[in-house]
């Protein structure tokens, strides 16, 4: 068993605690904060209401109809008890297409529900709470405690209009003129000087006015369409106001159902939704921003105030036909609470999209205050109404070309277009840069029909997808930041501007191209290159459709390699089978042919594929747009066995889809565990510093059945919640003991009792929340490593230990009989026996 033992090594404290950013000191979700007068932090949790449905139907019907067809499902299965909760609001003169029904569950109803033909979906009703908390201002833009302080700084605030070079495109004549924009927030006050062109204030809470008295809807909008003192991006646009929030920060998934559909209603041309959270499988709300960008309404939300981790995106701003903002400073840089990407949607098995799109200013930002006046808040709550100013300002210069040019494809294509790339940020950071809003407009305005796909009709080019290729395509790379950072770079207006009014309808990608050896941009592929018999690297890459709502990939895309060095990359590809809406993946799987496992060199290629939407009327042709995208990576020599290193992803579970508790139990506030546990997000600082020591680093998203132990020289399992099969037990048995496969196993609290102290009771939904798991799945574990002799147990610690010459904060770990050993691997140098100055919690 000695023999065993010296080749595993069992670290129980949580690995994110040793790195630079501790979880304690995480914000929490849409910070805002306000430096005039106090910080505002703001996070939002979303709990179910028992015995309470939604039910989405397949069309929009009256209420009789609706409740016609629950009332005869309900009498043929003989149920007795239920109640079709009356709405009172400004849906009930329309059609809709969901009721809220109450009923005790049962398993028998439901199904017998989901049979209806005009039934979509059932799913639990959500009630959203806001939590805001005042705090005094101390340090910018810096971390102290467990919350974000800002303080003033020279320059004190930012002219959000001036600093995007908006009133170059007023002296044009361009103000926002004939462009609606919905502001979904916490309401308006009435007769507020800033505002003199306020289309209409809707009320969907259950309070009995549209006051706002917290100042934060009123903030967002007056960045959009203030037109004195503190002035808007687009003064002159048509302001809607919708109230979802109460002034005790409640609200519930049917207010947002129920004010969504009045602004497809409405005809609304924007929606700024400065709110976010991690559960992207509420599908309910996912179904309904479908519906709003498939009506041609350009979605523009925050990307999330989780930052400086990454893999903290907040939904809705993660989904591919939504404009998803990212914050910068007035110095161009990330903003430290700005959420970082990847999406993580995807994993285990695939891997996440770059996100955000862009960067615009979200820090210290000037804006409308209650009753009158100006104050200075920061938050990417803050940069999305930015976006959505300049989406509406953008919009405005290419009315006069057609009546309907306008969807959610064509102007972020040209908000991509046209942002600027900030230096030294990645794409996880910046996605496609910083918003450039003069660029935006010159390629927005640069439209001109294409003979083939636009014959005998009127142009139709401003969509949700061609406004986002446009600010995508303007956007200022920032230096020193990753694509998930900074998504496509910084806003650029003026750029955006040029691009919109020469846009052709045509589909695009994002990112545009792929080159695994430009650092930072592409971190963190960029960090290791390529070699024989590597897990294949994933690039999911979004298809972009500006031509129409619906579209799909005609036949298969082709790799072209540019010389036969280049053939030893392999590449294989799965896509969206329909583009809808507006929007589509692709993802490209690499891998290198074993002819090439002593091959060193940088190898190039491109991969096309073709796009086709419906022809507009009888007359024209299939509109059609060939792609191309080129594709430069750096191929090695395969490593030896004793470099290279397995990330076990596929036994990590997080929210979504159940309650997985936070590793650290003090953290209270953010109580989920979310971040995916994945070596680019919550653990990028281990895999750099892997990286840095000469390991190579690949992810197993499959089971362990999945992988030849021969190649590699540990199997890393950090935090696992899923169970593990027999046949999995059973090879990694014999990985171990026959082919000299060493197991570092990072392991985390497991305890009955403390599991039920971490439940929580909902008073407005009685409903208890229990955690599926502690912070590691224990029982799973310990069969694992049962045949192994060795088992955890369920004693929780935590305290400092003094680990080599450092001391180690131990959050919330296990206790283990077994002396912590050093790995056989000479490199790698982790520590020789622990200090223990441990207390029970």
């Given at each position: 068993?000695?023999?065993?033992?010296?080749?595993?090594?069992?670290?129980?404290?949580?690995?994110?605690?040793?790195?630079?950013?501790?979880?304690?000191?995480?914000?929490?979700?849409?910070?805002?904060?306000?430096?005039?007068?106090?910080?505002?932090?703001?996070?939002?949790?979303?709990?179910?209401?028992?015995?309470?449905?939604?039910?989405?139907?397949?069309?929009?019907?009256?209420?009789?109809?609706?409740?016609?067809?629950?009332?005869?499902?309900?009498?043929?299965?003989?149920?007795?008890?239920?109640?079709?909760?009356?709405?009172?609001?400004?849906?009930?003169?329309?059609?809709?297409?969901?009721?809220?029904?109450?009923?005790?569950?049962?398993?028998?109803?439901?199904?017998?529900?989901?049979?209806?033909?005009?039934?979509?979906?059932?799913?639990?009703?959500?009630?959203?709470?806001?939590?805001?908390?005042?705090?005094?201002?101390?340090?910018?833009?810096?971390?102290?405690?467990?919350?974000?302080?800002?303080?003033?700084?020279?320059?004190?605030?930012?002219?959000?209009?001036?600093?995007?070079?908006?009133?170059?495109?007023?002296?044009?004549?361009?103000?926002?003129?004939?462009?609606?924009?919905?502001?979904?927030?916490?309401?308006?006050?009435?007769?507020?000087?800033?505002?003199?062109?306020?289309?209409?204030?809707?009320?969907?809470?259950?309070?009995?006015?549209?006051?706002?008295?917290?100042?934060?809807?009123?903030?967002?909008?007056?960045?959009?369409?203030?037109?004195?003192?503190?002035?808007?991006?687009?003064?002159?646009?048509?302001?809607?106001?919708?109230?979802?929030?109460?002034?005790?920060?409640?609200?519930?998934?049917?207010?947002?159902?129920?004010?969504?559909?009045?602004?497809?209603?409405?005809?609304?041309?924007?929606?700024?939704?400065?709110?976010?959270?991690?559960?992207?499988?509420?599908?309910?709300?996912?179904?309904?921003?479908?519906?709003?960008?498939?009506?041609?309404?350009?979605?523009?939300?925050?990307?999330?105030?989780?930052?400086?981790?990454?893999?903290?995106?907040?939904?809705?701003?993660?989904?591919?036909?939504?404009?998803?903002?990212?914050?910068?400073?007035?110095?161009?840089?990330?903003?430290?609470?700005?959420?970082?990407?990847?999406?993580?949607?995807?994993?285990?098995?695939?891997?996440?999209?770059?996100?955000?799109?862009?960067?615009?200013?979200?820090?210290?930002?000037?804006?409308?205050?209650?009753?009158?006046?100006?104050?200075?808040?920061?938050?990417?709550?803050?940069?999305?109404?930015?976006?959505?100013?300049?989406?509406?300002?953008?919009?405005?210069?290419?009315?006069?070309?057609?009546?309907?040019?306008?969807?959610?494809?064509?102007?972020?294509?040209?908000?991509?277009?046209?942002?600027?790339?900030?230096?030294?940020?990645?794409?996880?950071?910046?996605?496609?840069?910083?918003?450039?809003?003069?660029?935006?407009?010159?390629?927005?305005?640069?439209?001109?029909?294409?003979?083939?796909?636009?014959?005998?009709?009127?142009?139709?080019?401003?969509?949700?997808?061609?406004?986002?290729?446009?600010?995508?395509?303007?956007?200022?790379?920032?230096?020193?930041?990753?694509?998930?950072?900074?998504?496509?770079?910084?806003?650029?207006?003026?750029?955006?501007?040029?691009?919109?009014?020469?846009?052709?309808?045509?589909?695009?990608?994002?990112?545009?191209?792929?080159?695994?050896?430009?650092?930072?941009?592409?971190?963190?592929?960029?960090?290791?290159?390529?070699?024989?018999?590597?897990?294949?690297?994933?690039?999911?890459?979004?298809?972009?459709?500006?031509?129409?709502?619906?579209?799909?990939?005609?036949?298969?895309?082709?790799?072209?390699?540019?010389?036969?060095?280049?053939?030893?990359?392999?590449?294989?590809?799965?896509?969206?089978?329909?583009?809808?809406?507006?929007?589509?993946?692709?993802?490209?799987?690499?891998?290198?042919?074993?002819?090439?496992?002593?091959?060193?060199?940088?190898?190039?290629?491109?991969?096309?594929?073709?796009?086709?939407?419906?022809?507009?009327?009888?007359?024209?042709?299939?509109?059609?747009?060939?792609?191309?995208?080129?594709?430069?990576?750096?191929?090695?020599?395969?490593?030896?066995?004793?470099?290279?290193?397995?990330?076990?992803?596929?036994?990590?579970?997080?929210?979504?889809?159940?309650?997985?508790?936070?590793?650290?139990?003090?953290?209270?506030?953010?109580?989920?565990?979310?971040?995916?546990?994945?070596?680019?997000?919550?653990?990028?600082?281990?895999?750099?510093?892997?990286?840095?020591?000469?390991?190579?680093?690949?992810?197993?998203?499959?089971?362990?059945?999945?992988?030849?132990?021969?190649?590699?020289?540990?199997?890393?399992?950090?935090?696992?919640e899923e169970e593990f099969f027999v046949e999995e037990i059973s090879k990694l048995h014999n990985d171990i003991i026959n082919k000299s496969l060493s197991l570092i196993v990072f392991a985390d609290w497991y305890n009955v009792s403390v599991m039920r102290r971490v439940q929580f009771f909902d008073e407005n939904t009685r409903q208890w929340w229990l955690p599926e798991t502690g912070g590691a799945n224990l029982p799973a574990l310990n069969n694992l490593l049962k045949p192994l002799g060795i088992a955890f147990g369920d004693t929780v610690l935590e305290g400092n230990f003094d680990l080599g010459e450092h001391t180690i904060y131990y959050a919330s770990g296990k206790k283990n009989s077994l002396n912590l050993f050093r790995c056989l691997n000479s490199k790698f140098h982790l520590f020789e026996k622990e200090k223990h100055n441990i207390r029970k919690s």
């Amino acid at each position: 068993m000695v023999s065993v033992l010296n080749k595993i090594l069992f670290v129980y404290f949580l690995f994110f605690t040793t790195t630079t950013i501790n979880s304690n000191e995480i914000p929490p979700c849409n910070i805002t904060t306000n430096i005039n007068e106090q910080n505002i932090n703001i996070e939002y949790e979303a709990k179910t209401i028992q015995d309470e449905f939604i039910v989405q139907f397949t069309g929009y019907y009256t209420t009789i109809a609706r409740t016609n067809y629950l009332i005869r499902v309900f009498e043929r299965n003989n149920v007795s008890y239920y109640e079709i909760i009356k709405r009172n609001n400004l849906m009930q003169r329309y059609p809709s297409d969901f009721d809220i029904v109450r009923f005790n569950s049962n398993e028998q109803i439901i199904n017998a529900l989901k049979k209806h033909p005009l039934i979509r979906a059932i799913n639990p009703h959500r009630q959203i709470i806001r939590h805001i908390h005042y705090s005094p201002i101390e340090d910018d833009n810096e971390i102290a405690s467990n919350k974000r302080k800002l303080h003033r700084s020279p320059p004190n605030h930012i002219r959000i209009a001036e600093s995007l070079q908006a009133p170059k495109l007023w002296k044009m004549g361009h103000r926002g003129n004939g462009i609606h924009v919905a502001v979904f927030d916490t309401g308006i006050q009435d007769g507020h000087p800033h505002f003199p062109n306020i289309a209409e204030v809707t009320n969907w809470t259950d309070e009995k006015n549209d006051h706002d008295t917290i100042g934060h809807g009123l903030f967002v909008a007056g960045v959009i369409g203030s037109n004195s003192e503190c002035l808007g991006i687009a003064p002159e646009a048509q302001l809607h106001i919708f109230k979802v929030f109460t002034n005790n920060h409640i609200s519930y998934t049917s207010w947002f159902l129920d004010a969504f559909n009045y602004a497809i209603v409405k005809k609304v041309h924007v929606l700024n939704l400065s709110i976010g959270g991690p559960d992207f499988m509420d599908q309910p709300f996912i179904d309904k921003v479908w519906d709003l960008t498939s009506n041609s309404i350009i979605l523009v939300s925050a990307i999330g105030n989780d930052g400086p981790l990454y893999g903290t995106l907040n939904n809705p701003a993660d989904q591919m036909d939504v404009i998803g903002v990212g914050s910068i400073t007035i110095d161009d840089a990330i903003s430290r609470f700005s959420s970082r990407g990847m999406t993580i949607w995807e994993l285990p098995a695939g891997y996440g999209r770059m996100k955000p799109d862009l960067v615009t200013y979200g820090s210290l930002v000037r804006g409308s205050n209650l009753v009158s006046g100006c104050k200075v808040l920061s938050g990417t709550s803050v940069a999305s109404p930015v976006v959505a100013g300049a989406v509406a300002l953008l919009a405005s210069s290419v009315l006069h070309r057609t009546p309907n040019i306008i969807n959610p494809a064509s102007l972020k294509q040209t908000l991509l277009a046209s942002a600027q790339r900030i230096r030294h940020a990645n794409m996880f950071e910046q996605g496609h840069g910083k918003l450039n809003l003069l660029r935006a407009f010159r390629i927005l305005n640069q439209y001109v029909p294409q003979a083939s796909s636009v014959l005998h009709r009127t142009p139709n080019i401003i969509n949700p997808a061609s406004l986002k290729q446009t600010l995508l395509a303007s956007a200022q790379r920032i230096r020193h930041a990753n694509m998930f950072e900074q998504g496509h770079g910084k806003l650029n207006l003026l750029r955006a501007f040029r691009i919109l009014n020469q846009y052709v309808p045509q589909a695009s990608l994002s990112p545009s191209y792929i080159d695994f050896t430009e650092c930072p941009y592409f971190w963190p592929y960029c960090l290791q290159p390529l070699y024989y018999s590597a897990m294949p690297i994933i690039v999911n890459v979004t298809i972009l459709n500006g031509m129409d709502v619906v579209g799909e990939v005609v036949g298969q895309p082709q790799w072209h390699p540019q010389d036969s060095y280049a053939q030893y990359l392999e590449l294989s590809f799965e896509f969206s089978s329909k583009l809808w809406p507006w929007s589509g993946y692709l993802a490209i799987s690499m891998t290198i042919h074993r002819n090439a496992s002593e091959f060193e060199g940088i190898i190039q290629g491109h991969v096309t594929l073709t796009i086709e939407s419906p022809a507009k009327n009888s007359e024209s042709l299939v509109q059609r747009s060939d792609l191309i995208l080129p594709i430069r990576v750096r191929i090695i020599p395969t490593p030896i066995r004793s470099h290279r290193i397995l990330w076990d992803q596929y036994h990590s579970i997080g929210y979504p889809p159940g309650y997985f508790p936070r590793d650290d139990l003090k953290q209270k506030n953010d109580p989920l565990d979310w971040n995916a546990d994945h070596i680019h997000t919550n653990f990028r600082h281990v895999y750099e510093h892997l990286r840095n020591a000469g390991y190579f680093i690949e992810v197993l998203g499959k089971p362990y059945t999945c992988f030849d132990a021969s190649l590699y020289g540990t199997l890393l399992i950090v935090d696992p919640e899923e169970e593990f099969f027999v046949e999995e037990i059973s090879k990694l048995h014999n990985d171990i003991i026959n082919k000299s496969l060493s197991l570092i196993v990072f392991a985390d609290w497991y305890n009955v009792s403390v599991m039920r102290r971490v439940q929580f009771f909902d008073e407005n939904t009685r409903q208890w929340w229990l955690p599926e798991t502690g912070g590691a799945n224990l029982p799973a574990l310990n069969n694992l490593l049962k045949p192994l002799g060795i088992a955890f147990g369920d004693t929780v610690l935590e305290g400092n230990f003094d680990l080599g010459e450092h001391t180690i904060y131990y959050a919330s770990g296990k206790k283990n009989s077994l002396n912590l050993f050093r790995c056989l691997n000479s490199k790698f140098h982790l520590f020789e026996k622990e200090k223990h100055n441990i207390r029970k919690s």
